[in-house]
Nanobody, 116 residues
Framework: QVQLVESGGGLVQPGGSLRLSCAAS????????MGWYRQAPGKEREMVSFISPGGSTNYADSVKGRFTIARDNAKNMVSLQMNTLKPEDTAIYYC??????????WGQGTQVTVSS
């Protein structure tokens, strides 16, 4: 079964932290590079971070030094630790392969709202 389930979002004050988790089906996770993406209202979806099967990571400049991606290959899970959150981090966050699959399948995402 093809499945991506994101969780861990919520409302947090500026400067706060959240940890997002993504459970992926084996069909999707496999030995693939996995990524986190986000889409803010009125904006295009953008890549936030991605991690290779071996653990090499890459981050968008806007989150570098604040976010940390990790994966658990045994559990087909990928996480995103987000620290020092800013209002501009407000978005729906999604996980998927990197680059995204040609069938354009996405999970429902998890809402992150950074506001005082």
């Amino acid at each position: 079964q093809v499945q991506l389930v994101e969780s861990g979002g919520g409302l947090v004050q500026p400067g706060g932290s959240l940890r997002l988790s993504c459970a992926a089906s084996v069909f999707i996770f496999g030995l693939k590079t996995m990524g986190w993406y986000r889409q803010a209202p009125g904006k295009e979806r953008e890549m936030v971070s991605f991690i290779s099967p071996g653990g090499s990571t890459n981050y968008a400049d806007s989150v570098k030094g604040r976010f940390t991606i990790a994966r658990d290959n045994a559990k087909n899970m990928v996480s995103l630790q987000m620290n020092t959150l800013k209002p501009e981090d407000t978005a729906i966050y999604y996980c998927n392969t990197y680059p995204p699959p040609p069938n354009d399948y996405w999970g429902q995402g998890t809402q992150v709202t950074v506001s005082s």
